[in-house]
């Protein structure tokens, strides 16, 4: 399938997510966690679990693209999605069920997330990469049309 052909239909497009070692120390990541402010990085970095759903993620806006970074500490790369459209980029996770014998009973515990991220403007698709770091982070780079 050719470059025009996706961009004409607009069909969606999942990504191969590539995976590296830690955010802060593999240079794979070096160009994108530079420009992040340092307060998001620190209470990213820091594990806590009472980040709101508005501090998960960073959008970085460039003159000639678009990086999003998103914390999915807790999912397994098989259980993390990143489907494309040329208008679009979206982020879903979906951890297997969790069963556990507890002295209270069976436990079961499910967890999901979706990002959506409506674009001002076309992305090439085809040039989009997804990289996953070891301690959680998706970082998505798309350059624009």
């Given amino acids: 399938m050719s470059s025009s052909d996706i961009l004409k239909n607009g069909e969606e497009v999942s990504l ?9 120390d593999d240079p794979h990541f070096s160009s994108i966690n530079k420009f992040l402010p ?6 990213q970095c820091a594990g806590t679990s009472t980040l709101t759903e508005e501090e998960m993620d960073n959008v970085q806006f460039y003159n000639d693209k678009i990086e999003i970074v998103v914390n ?3 999912f397994a790369p098989r259980d993390i999605r990143c489907n494309i459209t040329p208008d679009k980029i979206e982020v879903t996770a979906q951890q297997s069920d969790n069963t556990s014998n507890t002295a209270e009973g069976v436990v079961q515990s499910q967890m999901s997330m979706n990002r959506t991220y409506e674009l ?3 992305i090439n698709v085809n ?4 990289y996953l770091s070891a301690d959680g982070f998706l970082a998505i780079v798309a350059p624009w049309i």
Avoid at 16 to 24: A, H, S
């Fill in 16 to 24: 191969p997510i590539k995976m590296y070692g830690k955010f802060l």
């Fill in 38 to 43: 340092l307060e998001w990085i620190n209470n």
């Fill in 72 to 74: 999915v500490n807790g």
């Fill in 120 to 122: 001002p403007q076309r």
């Fill in 127 to 130: 040039a989009a990469l997804c």
